[in-house]
Protein backbone atom coordinates (compact mmCIF):
# COMPACT_ATOMS: atom_id res chain seq x y z
CA UNK A 1 0.00 0.00 0.00
CA UNK A 2 1.26 3.44 -1.03
CA UNK A 3 1.47 6.11 1.93
CA UNK A 4 -0.89 8.67 2.32
CA UNK A 5 -0.02 12.23 3.82
CA UNK A 6 -2.51 14.40 5.35
CA UNK A 7 -3.90 17.51 3.21
CA UNK A 8 -3.41 19.76 6.27
CA UNK A 9 -0.04 19.23 7.71
CA UNK A 10 1.42 17.16 5.16
CA UNK A 11 2.75 14.19 7.40
CA UNK A 12 2.34 10.47 6.97
CA UNK A 13 -1.31 8.97 8.10
CA UNK A 14 -0.41 6.41 10.09
CA UNK A 15 -3.78 4.95 11.55
CA UNK A 16 -5.14 2.27 10.18
CA UNK A 17 -9.20 3.22 9.95
CA UNK A 18 -8.37 6.44 8.70
CA UNK A 19 -6.25 4.12 5.99
CA UNK A 20 -8.59 1.94 4.99
CA UNK A 21 -11.47 4.76 4.10
CA UNK A 22 -8.62 6.77 2.42
CA UNK A 23 -9.57 9.76 4.56
CA UNK A 24 -6.80 12.85 3.14
CA UNK A 25 -6.55 13.95 7.10
CA UNK A 26 -4.60 12.09 9.87
CA UNK A 27 -6.17 13.58 12.85
CA UNK A 28 -9.68 15.24 14.18
CA UNK A 29 -7.41 18.35 14.50
CA UNK A 30 -6.56 18.35 10.71
CA UNK A 31 -10.26 18.17 9.65
CA UNK A 32 -11.64 20.49 11.66
CA UNK A 33 -9.41 22.92 10.09
CA UNK A 34 -10.23 21.86 6.41
CA UNK A 35 -13.79 22.15 7.54
CA UNK A 36 -13.16 25.74 9.33
CA UNK A 37 -10.89 26.83 5.70
CA UNK A 38 -14.08 25.27 3.19
CA UNK A 39 -16.74 27.21 5.71
CA UNK A 40 -14.74 30.41 5.20
CA UNK A 41 -14.60 30.34 1.60
CA UNK A 42 -17.80 29.74 1.56
CA UNK A 43 -19.01 32.33 3.62
CA UNK A 44 -17.20 34.79 0.86
CA UNK A 45 -19.62 33.52 -1.36
CA UNK A 46 -22.96 33.63 0.44
CA UNK A 47 -24.76 33.90 3.69
CA UNK A 48 -24.94 31.60 5.93
CA UNK A 49 -27.94 31.73 7.54
CA UNK A 50 -30.21 32.50 4.13
CA UNK A 51 -28.08 31.27 1.94
CA UNK A 52 -28.18 34.46 -0.69
CA UNK A 53 -25.68 35.17 -2.55
CA UNK A 54 -23.15 38.39 -2.03
CA UNK A 55 -22.93 40.36 -5.23
CA UNK A 56 -20.04 42.04 -5.80
CA UNK A 57 -20.57 46.08 -5.33
CA UNK A 58 -21.47 47.99 -8.23
CA UNK A 59 -18.89 50.13 -9.43
CA UNK A 60 -19.09 54.00 -9.23
CA UNK A 61 -19.04 56.30 -12.40
CA UNK A 62 -16.02 57.42 -13.30
CA UNK A 63 -15.55 61.66 -12.65
CA UNK A 64 -15.31 63.19 -16.24
CA UNK A 65 -12.21 64.65 -15.49
CA UNK A 66 -9.42 63.50 -13.38
CA UNK A 67 -7.06 65.99 -10.97
CA UNK A 68 -4.64 65.92 -14.09
CA UNK A 69 -6.98 66.94 -16.31
CA UNK A 70 -8.42 69.33 -13.86
CA UNK A 71 -4.84 70.33 -13.34
CA UNK A 72 -4.21 71.73 -16.61
CA UNK A 73 -7.65 73.08 -17.25
CA UNK A 74 -7.16 75.55 -14.09
CA UNK A 75 -3.51 76.34 -15.97
CA UNK A 76 -4.77 77.18 -19.04
CA UNK A 77 -7.77 79.04 -17.38
CA UNK A 78 -4.86 80.94 -15.80
CA UNK A 79 -3.12 81.79 -18.52
CA UNK A 80 -6.00 83.28 -20.31
CA UNK A 81 -6.24 85.57 -17.23
CA UNK A 82 -3.00 86.74 -17.55
CA UNK A 83 -3.25 87.83 -21.16
CA UNK A 84 -6.11 89.93 -20.82
Known amino acids: ?4 YCTICTT ?3 DPARLRRQSPYC ?6 VAKNEARAALALKKCRLCSRRFYKPRTQPK ?4 GAQMDLMDKQI ?3 HDTE
Open 12 to 14: QIT
Open 63 to 66: PCAT
Open 1 to 4: MTPR
Open 78 to 80: EKS
Open 27 to 32: DEACRR
